[in-house]
């Protein structure tokens, strides 16, 4: 079974920094691309990131871009997003989601995780 | 690129409820369905435009053309009320786009 569980999240004051971390388990990690999608309470869902198997390809929202950096271990199974400058507005649940295909990136999300939740506010 | 869905769309059990996604050209794309219920995570109900993943209900069925992909639901239940997102990847940025969803609502 697929699992993918998410931590890290919690209040940090805007400018403040955070690491989140997914462990993922049930498939072959490396097989796959992973992504970050993040949704503020009550709106709608934007992607964030997302990062090859090898992690040879990056590609950032550009809401996000040089403040936030993805990042994988797959010797660890595990997807993290180092968060950097954070700004009230990056407040939301973030997911970790898996891609559909093994290999080749198809930017279908087959599998998400619960969800951490990142709180910026002074 | 932007995605743009109805806000809302209402539907009694047992008909058929309709969720479009609007974008430039969106034909040539390929279209992938979410269903988000309350306090869940988003589940993959149709991608590549008109394919299910496994334990998905043949009820749930995909179309796209030209400017409008659409989300078909029949015999609608109670237990599809629910968030629906549509999600493009777009080739010319490299980034993947949602729409903003549509609640459908179960009469």
């Known amino acids: 079974e697929v699992q993918l569980v998410e931590s890290g999240g919690g209040l940090v004051q805007p400018g403040g920094s955070l690491r989140l971390s997914c462990a993922a388990s049930g498939f072959t990690f490396d097989d796959y691309a992973m992504y970050w999608v993040r949704q503020t309470p009550g709106k709608g869902l934007e992607w964030v990131s997302g990062i090859s198997r090898k992690s040879g390809t990056i590609a950032y929202a550009d809401s996000v871009k040089g403040r936030l950096t993805i990042s994988r271990d797959n010797a660890k199974n595990s997807l993290f997003l180092h968060m950097n400058s954070l700004r009230p507005e990056d407040t939301a649940f973030y997911y970790c989601?898996?891609?559909?295909?093994?290999?080749?990136?198809?930017?279908?999300?087959?599998?998400w995780g619960q969800g951490t939740l990142v709180s910026v506010s002074s | 690129y932007v995605l743009t869905q109805p806000p809302s769309v209402s539907v009694a059990p047992g008909q058929t409820a309709r969720i479009t996604c609007g974008g430039n050209n969106i034909g040539s794309n390929s279209v992938h369905w979410y269903q988000q219920k309350p306090g869940q995570a988003p589940v993959l109900v149709v991608y590549?435009?008109?394919d299910r993943p496994s334990g998905i209900p043949e009820r749930f069925s995909g179309s796209n053309s030209a400017n409008t992909a659409t989300l078909t639901i029949s015999r609608v239940e109670g237990g599809d009320e629910a968030d629906y997102y549509c999600?493009?990847?777009?080739?010319?940025?490299?980034?993947?786009?949602f729409g903003g969803g549509t609640k459908l609502t179960v009469l």
């Open positions: 989601v898996k891609d559909r295909a093994p290999i080749v990136g198809t930017k279908i999300f087959d599998y």
């Open positions: 590549n435009d008109f």
């Open positions: 999600q493009v990847w777009d080739g010319a940025s490299d980034h993947v786009v």
